[in-house]
T-cell receptor, first 115, second 110 residues
Framework: DTEVTQTPKHLVMGMTNKKSLKCEQHMGHRAMYWYKQKAKKPPELMFVYSYEKLSINESVPSRFSPECPNSSLLNLHLHALQPEDSALYLC??????????????FGEGSRLTVL | GEDVEQSLFLSVREGDSSVINCTYT??????LYWYKQEPGAGLQLLTY?????DMKQDQRLTVLLNKKDKHLSLRIADTQTGDSAIYFC??????????FGKGTRLHILP
């Protein structure tokens, strides 16, 4: 199993809603990532979890709250988002931290629209 | 600062070779990568090169690295319609994260 599974694939939410994005991998990877990708732009790193601990937060607004319940799961809790937060949210995992092995395995993404 | 530069668009005839270029900033990068993104999909690693290598070949793909100029290129031989995608150059930055370029959209002409 070399898959990173993200749910939901599409999400539409209002600015007062609370929702969550979920990501799962069963490759035994110990690092997991959230990236945000706007249309025609590269992915931008948001958070990195290494061994279930948050190791990098790229100054992301607190309306995005990551959670890593165990080594296979990564959530992104969303609250009071703005329309400009609409984007494709990509989850990725790697065997270890990015600098050592390099290969990120990406999910298909969750396309978020904030009304 | 962190910056990876690529040209945004490349148009190539089917059967020709495609060459996508990239310049990066972190001279201490351990790895440099090429990722492919098809429409509506996540990114897929195509190939990567260690910083102590000059060239890596993998079937139709050839990666060339010029460390002095911080220049990376990806050559796709015998380009096919299935190669149509966005190609992202990426580097490890300070060994703790991967930074992506803006991506080059490869368009295949019949």
């Amino acid at each position: 199993d070399t898959e990173v599974t993200q749910t939901p694939k599409h999400l539409v939410m209002g600015m007062t809603n609370k929702k969550s994005l979920k990501c799962e991998q069963h490759m035994g990877h110990r690092a997991m990532y959230w990236y945000k990708q706007k249309a025609k732009k590269p992915p931008e790193l948001m958070f990195v979890y290494s061994y279930e601990k948050l190791s990098i937060n790229e100054s992301v607004p607190s309306r995005f709250s990551p959670e890593c319940p165990n080594s296979s799961l990564l959530n992104l809790h969303l609250h009071a988002l703005q329309p400009e937060d609409s984007a494709l949210y990509l989850c990725a995992s790697s065997q270890d931290a990015a600098g050592y092995t390099g290969e990120l395995f990406f999910g298909e993404g969750s396309r978020l629209t904030v009304l | 600062g962190e910056d990876v530069e690529q040209s945004l668009f490349l148009s190539v005839r089917e059967g020709d070779s495609s060459v996508i270029n990239c310049t990066y900033t972190d001279s201490s990068s351990t790895y440099l990568y090429w990722y492919k993104q098809e429409p509506g999909a996540g990114l897929q690693l195509l190939t990567y090169i260690f910083s102590n290598m000059d060239m890596k070949q993998d079937q139709r793909l050839t990666v060339l690295l010029n460390k002095k100029d911080k220049h990376l290129s990806l050559r796709i031989a015998d380009t096919q319609t299935g190669d149509s995608a966005i190609y992202f150059c990426a580097e490890t930055y300070r060994d703790d994260k991967i930074i992506f370029g803006k991506g080059t959209r490869l368009h295949i002409l019949p």
